[in-house]
């Protein structure tokens, strides 16, 4: 089965990226750069961000409230997620996501924002007049259910605002998310329309279409422990086409991550852009998971890190925690 199942994932990585140019690319689309809070661009969490930004078809911890609202009801009981990315010219990025397990039902909340500090000056001094803080955040609230064994649906709720120094844009949109787990829950495919909505400015939100494929392997629990299925993961491929509807071309992503010993990850993963100037290239990531002892005995702690190195625009970190209690 699970020979299978490796195979199937290969073949479909190779078909994702057959055709892709290596040392050229097409030209840039005649939408790139005309949409408004693009900061929901941002990709959320360190772990998907290790596995080179694949992560629709895994949707398996909170970090999916970001990626595909389906993938909630892989959430046990309660899980909290913070990830702070440190980018180039000091913008920062944040991301919180909340979800838990109500009956039949996960519901969730999040949060996610970029902001930076622009110079203001009349004249050319060394120090300036005055500083602003500049940004977008989208705030959310997401619900998934599962139709069955094999199938679920997510969706997620947004408000938007933007902070342009002289000028404030509100908006609203939504992501709509399908997943499906095949082959004894070893195979994930998702599908997910992500921010589908308007701004008041008039300006086009970055809509798209992320479709996302993983195979994973796990080792079954001991009798008695109360580990959940990310816990148990010994490995996972992984692989999502992210397909812009509005501005831009799309990009290809895969990935890979390993478990040892149940607690240390290692991640790895790549991105292929199709356009003039594609931010492509390697991510690796790094994640630790512990249980919490004697009145955390009941908590699982998980710290994950990404590094995407750039020549261009310089190297990017992510720093992120999942708490599950």
């Keep these: 089965m699970e020979k299978r199942g490796a195979v199937l994932i290969v073949m479909v990585l190779l078909i994702m990226t057959a055709g892709v140019p290596i040392a050229k690319a097409v030209d840039i689309h005649d939408g790139a750069g005309t949409v408004g809070a693009a900061f929901l661009k941002i990709e959320g969490g360190s772990r998907p961000v290790g596995m080179g930004g694949a992560f629709a078809g ?10 595909n609202p389906a993938g909630l009801t892989a959430v046990h009981d309660q899980e909290l997620t913070a990830m702070q990315h440190f980018s180039f010219a000091d913008i920062n990025n944040q991301s919180i996501g909340y979800a838990q397990r109500v009956n039949g039902f996960v519901w969730g909340a999040s949060f996610l924002g970029s902001f930076t500090e622009i110079e203001r000056r009349q004249g050319p001094t060394e120090d300036p007049d005055s500083t602003v803080t500049v940004g977008g955040f ?3 609230l997401s619900v998934a259910y ?9 969706g997620t709720a947004k408000i938007i605002s933007e902070q ?4 404030n844009v509100y908006g609203a949109a939504a992501d709509v998310g399908l997943i499906l787990r095949l082959l004894d829950n070893h195979l994930g495919i998702g599908v997910a329309v992500q921010n589908a909505g308007v701004l008041d400015g008039g300006e086009n ?3 798209a279409l992320r479709v996302g494929l993983a195979y994973r392997a796990w080792q079954e629990p001991e009798a008695g422990s109360k580990a959940s299925m990310p816990e148990r993961e010994m490995w996972a ?7 812009p509807l509005i501005d831009t071309n799309p990009s290809f992503h895969i990935g890979a991550e390993r478990w040892f010993y149940g607690s240390v990850a290692a991640r790895i993963g790549y991105r292929i852009g199709m356009n003039e100037n594609p931010s492509d290239g390697l991510s690796l990531g790094v994640g630790v998971r512990r249980s919490g002892e004697d009145a955390l005995a009941n908590v699982d702690f998980q710290f994950d890190y990404a590094f995407v190195p750039d020549a261009y625009v310089g190297n990017a970190h992510r720093v992120s ?5």
Excluded: E, K, Y
């Excluded at 599962?146 to 997510?154: E, F």
């Excluded at 491929?237 to 397909?243: C, E, K, S, T």
């Design 164 to 167: 342009l120094d002289i000028q």
């Design 205 to 207: 939100l970055p809509m």
């Design 237 to 243: 491929l992984v692989a999502d086409a992210h397909l």
């Design 58 to 67: 895994l949707a398996n911890d909170v970090n999916t409230i970001f990626w």
């Design 138 to 140: 989208a705030t959310g």
């Design 146 to 154: 599962p139709l069955g064994a094999a199938i679920s649906i997510g």
């Design 321 to 325: 925690f999942i708490t599950r209690f």
